[in-house]
């Protein structure tokens, strides 16, 4: 996002913080960025009036953005969002917030930006109407200017009306979930989203970065300006510099080209995000009146109809996620550090793709990407005229499709870890007589997930206008980044896809349907390929179902409701939809053949929502590799043997059965030949996976005791790894994953919670009820344990161990000093961590 990049680059020298009276600093920059996020005032509830510059809002609740309303309920299955969108209220929120615009910025502009609101907002200024946009998760600007009283009070109001329910087929969250910022430039200034660049001719030798920038003259008289462009690597040294001269008459918008060349650039790549920067300069009469800063990271890339993906010139697999926007006990409300937290467990694990299911995200996520080495596919559409849920985004899409993909791809077509541009996403004009009218919600809740096993071949009276649809939505994005191929999530591989038979698609993507992975080179010759969604295995962490040689298919049928008692999945790779497949096979095929440029696995995390293959009582997802609190399933393990060359061995399950009972124990492992495992110092035998195989195991007879697994690598010990069976918990364990937090209000620790036994064995059936509290400087920010049935709110400070682990983040004041988190239950012993805040 090209806003975004200005923020990011001129972070440390231009940002401006309003305080609590909302009047910056007086040091005058060329352009000031100002976070607007403290001191909102919020209510839950409609009133007309509230637009109204006068109106009392002194009994509202005051708090900082972003911020998510829905995530503070209680789980209901009576919430009008149903369990498909997570079960939590919607409903029309009120924010209001009243600042003093410097006396000193009168014939500027001044201009306010909305990373992303959800959704149907409308803001107003002083009581003028600035506009509305029904899309919840496309990020806009607002031109306050006209209305502006500076060195006065000011109020912005912003109405958010999510009360028309489902209108997602996941949890969407509710409000400003996303950052504000205030933006004040020169008459005479760098448009919004105003750079785009591209590099050709690249090589470890040199790079030709190819630079546009859009000026925008908002004066009463024509402009002359100097235009300067800097490449600065990560030390801040100048690779290189070009300027040129630009006349810019009143009231217009002109765009001009600078090109440079440098030699010897470092290339970005998954492995090594090496980033530069371009800050670019509007000076006028030796005074910088504007500076931007656009990101840049030197790559080239192509998708071959044979090798598939290669970057920098070698073949690289995609070994990618999709990924939905929700964080957790945090809902939708975007925060950095929780991002970051994710990417990290992501990139541990050998992750080096995210796919953006099924919408833009925030600008965030894109800025981690570039810095941490993600191979990106931006997604912008889950649906296009033909609705998924009753009150989803089809009923604006004819007005605001064309407008909302326009500002995507200007927003995000910066960012060298985007690679793909998606189009759609399993978008219902793949075929056309798909009604859902008579369908009732958990009908269509199942239809829309389950519909990767319908046979539909029926032909369309309107194919023409569907291909033709495809066709404009890829022309946009062509027209504005000529650069990126466009894909989009197909669940329909057959030749009769409209949107394959509209030839507009540079990648055919494919979801699921794994049985013709083989043969796409025969079904689409000539064509490049991605698998753009795969696997949607159902698990739960910490709960098995033996055998585990016996697969489990649930529900049996697309069309099938299915209730089990517990409404758990098994943590072994032995439990799928009927359209999905395991995680083994997905990665056997992926790796087999080299014309697949690689996967987006259903996906990294667990989400709020869309509780396949269940309903009510669950409430979040089971597809997640890692599950909502951030604690890896141990599929993990088998990514990370095969994704990674570090060595590991990763045996389970737990070893707290009846006794006698029969425990299916898996191990997975790399860089060893064999893996022999011991119970109580008796060889159980060894283990050698055998051609494609990703891991290993033992039936074993239950008696108490120690589990041991040896890894070794020509008869030469690798790794060995132990697993006890626990006694009852006596005391609790907390582990922070960060002891130092920045004190700037939105830094986080996520601190995992544990029961020890009386060795200070970790307990892994624990489940007793945690209770927490803080002093110092910061608070809870939410509370988790990854169990898809718990209804407890995610922001309550308690929280019960489930299979012996539990999440409490805490969460800065804005303050310097020590946070202590002190965590209780019933019958056990404290812990007490401290957290510094700098």
Not at 170 to 184: A, E, F, H, K, Q
Not at 393 to 409: P, V
Not at 572 to 580: A, C, E, Q
Request: hydrophobic share 35%; net charge negative.
């Amino acid at each position: 996002m090209i806003q975004k990049h200005t923020i990011l680059y001129l972070f440390t020298a231009l940002l401006v913080f309003y305080g609590c009276n909302g009047k910056g600093t007086t040091e005058e920059k060329a352009r000031k960025v100002s976070l607007f996020n403290s001191e909102w005032k919020f209510i839950l509830g409609d009133n007309p009036r509230a637009s109204i510059e006068s109106f009392d809002d002194t009994s509202w609740r005051i708090l900082n953005l972003p911020h998510d309303w829905s995530i503070e309920a209680d789980f209901s299955v009576d919430n009008p969002a149903t369990p498909g969108g997570g079960a939590l209220p919607g409903g029309i929120g009120w924010y209001r917030k009243t600042f003093t615009p410097d006396a000193g910025d009168k014939g500027k502009k001044t201009y306010i930006d909305f990373d992303g609101i959800y959704w149907n907002s409308s803001v107003w200024i002083n009581g003028h109407l600035l506009g509305e946009r029904p899309n919840g998760y496309i990020s806009f600007r607002y031109d306050l200017t006209p209305y502006l009283k500076y060195g006065e009070n000011n109020t912005i109001a912003v109405r958010v009306d999510n009360s028309k329910q489902p209108n997602s087929r996941w949890y969407s969250g509710s409000g400003i979930y996303r950052n504000v910022r205030l933006v004040t430039v020169d008459p005479l200034h760098i448009a919004h989203w105003g750079t785009y660049v591209t590099t050709e001719n690249v090589s470890a030798e040199s790079a030709e970065v190819n630079l546009r920038v859009t000026l925008e003259n908002n004066s009463e008289e024509t402009r002359e300006a100097e235009l300067v462009s800097t490449i600065k690597d990560t030390d801040g040294k100048v690779k290189v510099k070009v300027s040129n001269k630009v006349t810019v008459l009143k009231e217009e918008k002109i765009e001009t080209a600078q090109i440079m060349t440098f030699e010897n650039p470092q290339l970005w790549s998954d492995s090594h995000p090496y980033m530069y920067s371009i800050t670019t300069q509007v000076i006028e009469k030796g005074k910088v009146i504007d500076e931007y800063d656009t990101p840049l990271g030197v790559r080239s890339f192509e998708f071959d109809r044979a090798k598939g993906f290669i970057l920098n010139g070698e073949p690289l697999k995609i070994k990618g996620v999709c990924q939905h926007h929700d964080l957790g006990c945090l809902g939708s409300a975007v925060n950095e550090r929780a991002l970051e937290r994710q990417l990290q467990i992501l990139k541990d694990m050998g992750c080096n793709g995210i796919r953006t299911a099924h919408n833009p995200p925030a600008p965030e996520l894109l800025d981690l990407c570039d810095r941490m080495g993600f191979i990106v596919q931006n997604e912008a559409f889950d649906m296009w005229h033909k609705r998924k849920s009753p009150e989803d985004y089809s009923r604006f899409f004819a007005e605001w499709h064309e407008r909302d993909l326009t500002d995507f791809i200007l927003r995000d077509r910066n960012h060298p870890s985007i690679f793909m541009w998606s189009i759609g996403n399993e978008v219902l004009e793949q075929w056309v007589h798909m009604d859902v009218d008579t369908i009732d919600l958990q009908q269509a809740n199942i239809l829309f997930n389950f519909a990767k096993s319908m046979n539909k071949n029926e032909h369309s009276d309107d194919l023409h206008a569907n291909a033709l649809l495809t066709i404009k939505l890829a022309n946009i994005v062509k027209e504005l980044d000529p650069t990126r191929p466009i894909t989009a999530g197909n669940q329909e591989p057959r030749p009769y896809n409209n949107l394959f038979k509209s030839e507009a698609l540079d990648i055919y993507g494919f979801n699921y349907s794994d049985e013709l992975w083989d043969k796409l080179p025969e079904m689409y010759p000539g064509k490049k390929y991605i698998i753009t969604e795969s696997t949607s295995s159902l698990m739960t962490r910490g709960y098995y179902e033996m055998p585990s040689d016996q697969m489990f298919i649930r529900p049996e049928r697309w069309d099938s409701p299915y209730e089990k008692e517990g409404s758990q999945c098994s943590a072994y790779d032995n439990s799928r939809t009927p359209w999905g497949t395991t995680h083994e096979r997905s990665w056997q095929l992926t790796k087999k053949y080299d014309f697949l440029s690689g996967l987006y696995i259903w996906t990294g995390f667990d989400y709020l929502g869309e509780p396949t293959p269940y309903w009510w009582p669950s409430r979040s997802s089971y597809f997640g590799i890692i599950d909502l609190a951030g604690f890896p399933k141990d599929v993990y393990y088998m990514y990370q043997s095969e994704w990674t060359d570090k060595a590991m061995l990763h045996i389970f399950p737990h070893w707290n059965w009846t006794p006698g009972q029969a425990v299916d124990i898996w191990a997975y492992y790399n860089q060893a030949d064999e893996v022999e495992l011991f119970l109580n110092g008796e060889s159980l035998g060894k283990r050698s996976k055998k051609g494609d195989e990703v891991k290993v195991w033992w039936r074993v007879p239950y008696q108490a005791g120690t589990l041991k697994a040896i890894s070794r690598k020509g008869g030469k010990e690798v790794l060995v790894r132990e697993i006890k069976t626990a006694g009852n918990p006596v005391e609790l364990r907390l582990t922070a994953d960060r002891d130092t937090l920045d004190a700037n209000g939105t830094d986080l620790s996520f601190i995992t919670v544990e029961a020890l036994d009386a060795d200070g064995y970790p307990v892994p059936i624990a489940d007793n009820m945690i209770n927490f509290s803080t002093k110092g400087n910061g608070f809870i920010a939410g509370t988790d344990n990854g169990d898809p049935t718990n209804h407890h709110s995610l922001k309550k400070p308690s929280r019960a161990l489930f299979n012996g682990k539990a999440l409490v983040v805490v969460q800065s004041d804005g303050k310097k000093g020590d946070i202590e988190l002190t965590a209780t239950a019933e019958g056990l012993k404290s812990a007490t961590i401290n957290i510094k805040c700098k």
